[in-house]
């Protein structure tokens, strides 16, 4: 059977307000209508607490969006969205939905394969208001796709995911370092930033020409050479058990078709409401916490 088309749902009705007005509400409840340039986004139980031990709501996460989408949006504009939602906050269960079934009528979607051969319609980035909109249905962090919808299966970036598990802060950032010598030796530029979490993500931008399996297969061999040249301190072995406890898992598995990291940016649903925030290499070598 073909698939249906995504259900348009129609406009609701309640109280607009503007960003500005949006922001300077003192702890609002219920529902609201934001207007962000030319839509109109539904916000609902704007008070329900997403992260209990700080006392942080979704009004708190809505506002944190609307603060830095000048400097969030760059990463996200055109990309397909995986949905990680936690509808009723980081306690509670998580689910992942990637196949909207229903969406306002400014929510841009693309229909896609996934890898089982389903045929899936993700929601798309487009403007903070998509954001706010996917954000009120729980989805506390944004993990766009590698590739823009322009080219869908041509990813213009690489990510390595420098995951310590019990390794020391002090040897994520030797590692990271030597990403970016391996960058540097290869005529390609590294971006880093914290995960938000434990580690560190590094960006290395590429021009959109190759596909995910040449892109992941390149991820894995410039992995491969980091843990080589830095074995007490980095490894690319899989399976915790093998590793030693100085070493930093250098990750390049998220570069395949469909996979994602945290943007840079995003909040995550992590204990202290932690955010995925950019780092100069500078910051990197004089020893940032």
């Not at 307000?17 to 609002?28: A, I, K, N, Q």
């Not at 030319?38 to 506002?63: C, G, H, M, N």
């Not at 080219?151 to 995911?161: Q, S």
């Not at 020391?168 to 390609?188: H, I, M, R, S, T």
Request: hydrophobic residues 40%.
């Amino acid at each position: 059977m073909p698939k249906e088309e995504v259900k348009r749902t129609k406009q609701k009705s309640g109280t607009v307000v503007t960003v500005e007005e949006f922001l300077s509400l003192d702890r609002p409840r219920g529902d609201l209508i934001i207007k962000a340039g030319r839509e109109q986004v539904a916000v609902t139980s704007l008070d329900r607490i997403y992260w209990p031990d700080e006392k942080l709501t979704k009004f708190d996460l809505l506002s944190y969006y609307l603060k830095v989408a000048d400097y969030i949006m760059p990463f996200l504009k055109d990309r397909p969205a995986i949905l990680q939602r936690w509808p009723r906050g980081v306690n509670a269960p998580m689910f992942f939905q990637q196949d909207v079934e229903s969406a306002p009528d400014f929510i841009k979607t693309v229909r896609l394969t996934n890898q089982e051969g389903r045929e899936l319609d993700y929601g798309v980035y487009t403007t903070i208001g998509s954001v706010l909109h996917f954000v009120n249905l729980g989805t506390i962090e944004q993990h766009p796709w590698h590739s823009t919808i322009k080219r869908l299966d041509k990813p213009d970036w690489i990510a390595i995911d420098l995951d310590p598990k019990k390794a020391p802060w002090e040897n994520v950032l030797q590692v990271a370092l030597v990403v970016k010598e391996v960058a540097d030796e290869v005529g390609l530029t590294a971006f880093p930033k914290t995960s938000g979490s434990s580690g560190i993500h590094i960006y290395v931008p590429l021009k959109p020409t190759n596909g995910y399996d040449k892109v992941a297969e390149f991820a894995r061999l410039f992995a491969t050479e980091v843990a080589r040249r830095a074995p007490k301190i980095a490894t690319v072995e899989r399976t915790i058990a093998k590793r030693k406890s100085t070493q930093v898992y250098v990750d390049w598995m998220q570069n395949a078709r469909g996979k994602s990291l945290a943007a840079a940016f995003t909040a995550r649903a992590k204990p202290g409401a932690t955010v995925s925030m950019p780092l100069e290499w500078k910051q990197i070598s004089k020893g940032v916490r």
